[in-house]
Nanobody, 118 residues
Framework: QVQLVESGGGLVQPGGSLTLSCAGS????????MGWFRQAPANDRELIAS????????SYEDSVKGRFTISRDNAKNEVYLQMNNLRTVDTAVYYC???????????WGQGTQVTVSS
């Protein structure tokens, strides 16, 4: 019912910036919460940022507050993650996800690798 495709991952130096994009399909996109998760090797997948169906202020995990910004454009069925002042510990696979109103996180992108290294 929905397909999510991430783009924008890659290699960046510490202190640098990177923007991830997630393109969604389906007419119900604007009714879903959207989120970004990340998973480092040997770690659990964790929710980093989320945003409500209508956009506005996002919610953030403490480690990324003040550095990452989530936003969405429902007219384009897209969600973004602006990452600033990247640190080595931010290295992970980043996943875009969607949460319908009455369930949990149900739809996932394929993941995109972000590597922060000098």
């Amino acid at each position: 019912q929905v397909q999510l495709v991430e783009s924008g991952g890659g290699l960046v130096q510490p202190g640098g910036s990177l923007t991830l994009s997630c393109a969604g399909s389906g007419r119900a996109f604007s009714s879903y919460f959207m989120g970004w998760f990340r998973q480092a090797p040997a770690n659990d997948r964790e929710l980093i940022a989320s945003i409500g169906p209508s956009g506005g202020a996002g919610s953030y995990e403490d480690s990324v507050k003040g550095r990452f910004t989530i936003s969405r454009d429902n007219a384009k069925n897209e969600v973004y993650l602006q990452m600033n002042n990247l640190r080595t510990v931010d290295t992970a696979v980043y996943y875009c996800a969607a949460r319908p109103p009455t369930t949990g996180w149900s739809f996932w992108g394929q993941g995109t690798q972000v590597t922060v290294s000098s």
